[in-house]
């Protein structure tokens, strides 16, 4: 059966807004029939409507992006970029992990000189980096360098480990 009614012009797409939800919303407000391409649009607006994030008190974690998945939801703003760094701090653990341990060891050898550059003793380098006293005599004989030597031993150091 064919209705026809006032104001219905035709089913074709009547502004260049078709296909959006512009366009559909013209529709509306001009009273014309609405076409395939704006009903398409409304529909997919429906859906995502539906799929809309439901703010929670895990918002901004891992925890709350999964429960937004778990939902069948869009994860909402905070999510994402919650969720954004989870992922980023998950792989440089895992890069962390598979790195070899001198890495770790020249990182406290770096610190090390730094703090004696700064003046600390022997003993507060040990207690912040967690060397042995034998270790530090042997990487820093003397420690009596200025800022600026111990920056290039730090150098030297670090080329020593990596070879
Ligand atoms: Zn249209
Ligand atoms: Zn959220």
Not at 54 to 80: F, S, V, W
Not at 124 to 140: A, D, H, S, W
Request: net charge positive; with cysteine; hydrophobic share 30%.
């Amino acid at each position: 059966m064919a209705y026809v009614f006032r104001g219905v012009r035709d089913a074709a797409p009547v502004s260049p807004k078709c296909g959006t939800r512009a366009g559909y919303m013209e529709h509306i407000k001009f009273k014309t029939e609405k076409c395939q391409p704006c009903k398409d649009a409304h529909a997919a607006y429906k859906r995502e409507y539906i799929r809309r994030p439901t703010m929670r008190i895990q918002c901004g974690t891992y925890a709350g992006y999964k429960r937004h998945k778990r939902a069948d939801e869009n994860p909402c703003e905070m999510c994402l970029r919650g969720y954004s760094k989870y992922m980023a701090d998950y792989r440089e653990k895992k890069q962390r992990a598979t790195e070899p341990k001198p890495t770790a060891f020249e990182e406290r050898i770096k610190r090390a000189a730094e703090l004696f550059a700064d003046g600390a003793s022997q003993t507060e380098v040990v207690r912040t980096t967690g060397l042995c006293k034998e270790t530090l005599r042997k990487y820093f004989p003397g420690q009596r360098w200025s800022f600026v030597e111990a920056g290039e031993y730090g150098a030297a150091v670090r080329y020593g480990a990596a070879a």
